[in-house]
Nanobody
Framework: QVQLVESGGGLVRAGDSLRLSCVASGVTFDNYPMAWFRQVPGMEREFVAFINWSGAVRHYRDSVKGRFTISRDDAKNTVYLQMDSLKAEDTAVYYC????????????????WGQGTQVTVSS
């Protein structure tokens, strides 16, 4: 059974950095495309970043391009989200997503979710 466990969230000030981590178990990680999503209470969960199995393909939502970087370490079964120049509008619960398939429609089909980690950015 797939298990995704996030860590690294917290309370920071605008302009600060955070690095989120997600450790996967129960899967062959080096074949596993991964992503990060986020959700604000009362809003739909939204895509943040995607990385394919090799790390050669990465996608970002426009509002985080140039500030966030997704990466993976297959030896540690871990995907990261480095978040720099954080803004108050980045405040959300961040979810790790596993076995993520980009759709022709522009969305992503997610087969596994983590439990989420809270990121709060004070202005």
């Amino acid at each position: 059974q797939v298990q995704l466990v996030e860590s690294g969230g917290g309370l920071v000030r605008a302009g600060d950095s955070l690095r989120l981590s997600c450790v996967a178990s129960g899967v062959t990680f080096d074949n596993y495309p991964m992503a990060w999503f986020r959700q604000v209470p009362g809003m739909e969960r939204e895509f943040v970043a995607f990385i394919n199995w090799s790390g050669a393909v990465r996608h970002y939502r426009d509002s985080v391009k140039g500030r966030f970087t997704i990466s993976r370490d297959d030896a540690k079964n871990t995907v990261y989200l480095q978040m720099d120049s954080l803004k108050a509008e980045d405040t959300a619960v961040y979810y790790c997503a596993g076995d993520v398939i980009p759709q022709l429609s522009g969305g992503y089909d997610v087969r596994a979710w983590g439990q989420g980690t809270q990121v709060t950015v004070s202005s």
